[in-house]
């Protein structure tokens, strides 16, 4: 796999932070993309931790954040439905985040989105700063992973 660095810029808050989340998206998905189903669904480890668990939760993640959190969104079950196979996991996870950079696009990153439980409000900047890293620690995650499946690693 290509060991791709990220993006290096001098942007605001809003293009630095869009531009690092997507940077790590990708590299999540160069991880997880061209293992088996069975191996990518199979764990080594006894949390259960699989890649194609790790992919259907980043959907989860982006979906609970910005679509029903912020944005407020009923979201259909349908399209909360864990894929079965890597192919449909990464499909699954590239609809969300497109939703969710049309959700984000039409945000300021200033504006709050409300307690959702007994925490406190977040703004839409401590949303996608959350975002990302969780979709590096979860890319590390799959990193390992793919090395104990088949040696490949890289960014």
Request: include cysteine.
């Amino acid at each position: 796999m290509a060991d791709l660095k990220p993006p290096r810029l001098a942007g605001d808050d809003r293009a630095t932070l869009l531009a690092l989340l997507q940077y790590q998206r990708d590299s999540f998905v160069r991880k997880v993309s061209g293992v088996d189903d069975r191996r990518a669904a199979t764990s080594p480890l006894p949390s259960g931790t699989s890649l194609l668990w790790l992919t259907n939760h980043m959907a989860d993640a982006e979906t609970t954040w910005v679509l029903q959190r912020l944005a407020r969104r009923q979201v259909d079950p349908d399209d909360a439905a864990h894929a079965a196979t890597m192919p449909e996991a990464v499909d699954r996870y590239r609809r969300v985040w497109a939703e969710v950079d049309g959700v984000v696009a039409a945000s300021s990153l200033d504006e709050r989105c409300a307690a959702f439980d007994s925490g406190a409000d977040v703004n839409v900047r401590w949303i996608v700063t959350h975002l990302l890293e969780e979709t590096a620690r979860h890319a590390g995650h799959a990193d390992i992973l793919r090395e104990l499946i088949d040696g490949s690693t890289g960014r």
